[in-house]
């Protein structure tokens, strides 16, 4: 369902060139569909009927974004599919970032990083993607003790101490002494 809606949504943003702006609205509307979960569960709630709905997006909702994501969410909510909001949004930011050639990429170190180690990061994937540009998310975990781990998309790179000893207890315990 969320794909249907998305594709439409991405497919209006690349023929009328404004993939920028309902990207910006689009990551907006989506933290607050995540994070009000009051505004959910009125736009959900089954004694609200479909009129009422659409108001509430034009009203509240379309003073904020531009005309073309207000049809996109009244049009959703006429056919009553309000729920997949949020999954359409992160299906359309996905694919615009598809689009654009923006990564994302979710490193995990055993301390914070400074500024000089974050941009040295970001280089580094840069060089070693096909992305043009890579958004970050970095997170402490303590318990790597050293190396970090990177995943982007479904890969993997794990060069933390403690994957190394993990790999080194595994290769111990299968010598029979």
């Known amino acids: 369902m969320e794909a249907t809606y998305g594709e439409a949504l991405y497919e209006l943003a690349v023929s009328n060139n404004i993939t920028d702006g309902l990207y910006e609205e689009a990551v907006v509307l989506l933290d607050i569909f995540e994070t009000d979960s009051e505004l959910m569960a009125l736009l959900n709630h089954p004694k609200i009927v479909r009129e009422d709905r659409i108001s509430i997006i034009e009203n509240s909702i379309g003073k904020f ?7 996109f969410l009244v049009t959703i909510a006429e ?10 949004l992160k ?3 996905d694919r615009i970032k598809e689009y654009k050639e923006i990564g994302t990429a979710y490193v995990t170190t055993p301390y914070e990083l400074s500024d000089a180690m974050k941009s040295k990061v970001e280089k580094r994937l840069l060089e070693t993607t096909d992305y043009s540009q890579i ?24 060069s933390s101490i403690k994957h190394k000893l993990a790999d080194l207890t595994r290769m111990l315990n299968k010598i029979d002494v």
């Not at 056919?79 to 359409?88: F, G, L, Q, V």
């Not at 970095?138 to 794990?158: A, H, K, P, Q, T």
């Open 91 to 93: 299906f359309f930011i």
């Open 65 to 71: 974004v531009s005309k073309e994501m207000t049809g």
């Open 79 to 88: 056919k009553d599919r309000c729920r997949y909001i949020p999954a359409t």
């Open 135 to 158: 958004d970050i998310n970095y997170n402490v975990d303590e318990s790597l003790i050293g190396g970090m781990v990177i995943r982007i998309g479904d890969r993997v790179i794990d």
